[in-house]
C-alpha cells in the first residue's frame, strides 16, 4: 500500500513454483513454499540508484509487502498478486529494449527487499512472510488476460465509490479498465475521508499563485464519478490532478472552502482511481469473495490465464 499521508497510483512470469507439499485449507510450514521460476525482472532500486536483477516470484513478494497491509484477507492477497504479476509482466513487454523493466517506487510498484522486511517485521517476520509467500504459490502463474494479451492491471488504494475509466484520468481508452462500483471502500478504509487546512498564503504558495484576500473556484469539468478534471483557481486555469499533487492531497476528488484566512479541503478516496481499488478488494474479500471474483470485477471482461 503506498505510503498513507501522501499520493499516491497502478503493475510476471513462467512456470516457477516448486512446493515440496501444499495442502489446501491448512497453513503450510514456511520450509514447504519454494519459489523458484526460470524468469527475472530487472529492478531499478531508486535509492541505491542500482538496476538489480531479481527472480520473478521473489519481486512479486517483495510488491506485496510493499503494497498492501499485511493483516489484509489471504483473498485480496491473491487479488494483488496477480495484479502485481500481470502489471510486472506488461512492464517487461514495454522496456525489454530499455536497462531495466521497472522501478521499485509508486512511479511502477513499490517493492521491499528481503533485508528491509526483516528490519520492518522485526519478531513477525516469519509468519508475515509465510503469509505472503502463501498468496504467491496460491496463484503460481497467474496473470490478467484480456483478448489474449496480458492486461495492464493499474490498481490503487482507496475509491470514491467508484473506480474511473480509463480515459478520464489518463486519456487513453482501455476496455478492460472502466468505471465500477466499489461500495465496500467507505466502511474499511481509513483512508477514505482526509481534511486538510492550509492558510491562505501557504495554499497560493503551493500552487505558485498569486496572493488574493478571498479565493474565486470555477470547476470546469469533473470526471463522470465527481472527480475534479480540471477548475480555475482565481482566474487560473489548471487539473484536479496538479492541484493534488502540488497540495498533497490523496485523491483529485475534493471540496474546497474557504473559512476567513483558511482554506479547508475535503478529499475522498486515496490514489488515482483507475483499476483495482486495494481496499475494495479488502472489502470484498471479508465477504466472502474469491481473488478470482475480485479481479473480474474490477478488471471488466477478462479472464485469469496461466503461464
Known amino acids: 500500500m503506498k505510503y498513507f499521508i501522501y499520493i499516491i497510483v497502478t503493475f510476471i512470469f513462467i512456470p516457477f513454483f516448486i512446493a515440496t507439499f501444499f495442502i489446501h485449507d491448512t497453513q503450510p510450514n514456511e520450509e514447504s513454499i519454494i519459489l523458484e521460476s526460470n524468469r527475472q525482472i530487472r529492478v531499478k532500486r531508486e535509492e541505491k540508484n542500482v538496476i538489480e536483477t531479481i527472480n520473478l516470484e521473489d519481486y512479486i513478494v517483495g510488491v506485496i509487502a510493499g503494497e498492501m497491509p499485511i493483516h489484509f484477507e489471504m483473498e485480496a492477497l491473491k487479488a494483488q498478486a496477480v495484479a ?7 512492464r517487461m513487454e514495454y522496456n525489454s529494449d530499455k536497462n531495466h523493466d521497472i522501478v521499485d517506487t509508486v512511479l511502477n510498484q513499490v517493492y521491499l527487499d528481503d533485508e528491509h522486511l526483516k528490519k520492518s517485521w522485526e519478531n513477525s517476520y516469519e509468519e508475515n512472510m509465510l503469509k505472503v509467500r502463501t498468496a504467491v504459490l496460491s496463484t503460481k502463474g497467474e496473470y490478467i488476460e484480456y483478448n489474449g494479451k496480458i492486461a495492464d492491471a493499474l490498481y ?9 475509466n480509463s480515459e478520464e484520468i489518463f486519456g487513453f481508452e482501455v476496455p ?3 468505471s465500477v462500483e466499489s461500495i465496500w471502500d467507505a ?7 482526509e481534511t486538510k487546512k492550509y492558510n491562505i498564503k501557504d495554499f497560493y504558495e ?7 484576500e478571498n479565493i474565486t473556484i470555477n470547476i470546469i469539468k469533473k470526471s463522470s464519478t465527481g472527480r475534479i478534471l480540471n477548475l480555475k483557481i482565481n482566474n487560473i486555469e489548471m487539473t484536479g490532478s496538479k492541484l493534488a499533487s502540488k497540495l498533497k492531497l490523496r485523491s483529485n476528488d475534493f471540496e474546497i472552502n474557504q473559512n476567513e484566512k483558511e ?7 486515496f490514489g488515482h482511481g483507475v483499476g483495482m481499488s486495494q481496499y475494495g478488494a479488502q472489502g470484498m474479500a471479508k465477504q466472502g469473495y ?8 474490477y478488471y471488466k471482461e477478462t479472464k485469469i490465464s496461466k503461464i
Open 156 to 164: 490503487f488504494s482507496t475509491s470514491n465509490g467508484f473506480t474511473e
Open 263 to 269: 482554506i479547508i479541503i475535503k478529499t475522498k478516496g
Open 187 to 193: 466502511e474499511v478504509s481509513p483512508v477514505f475521508n
Open 176 to 178: 478492460y479498465l472502466r
Open 206 to 212: 503551493k500552487l505558485e499563485l498569486k496572493y488574493k
Open 290 to 297: 474469491k481473488y478470482d471474483e475480485i479481479l473480474k470485477h
Open 84 to 90: 502485481a504479476r500481470s502489471y510486472a509482466l506488461k
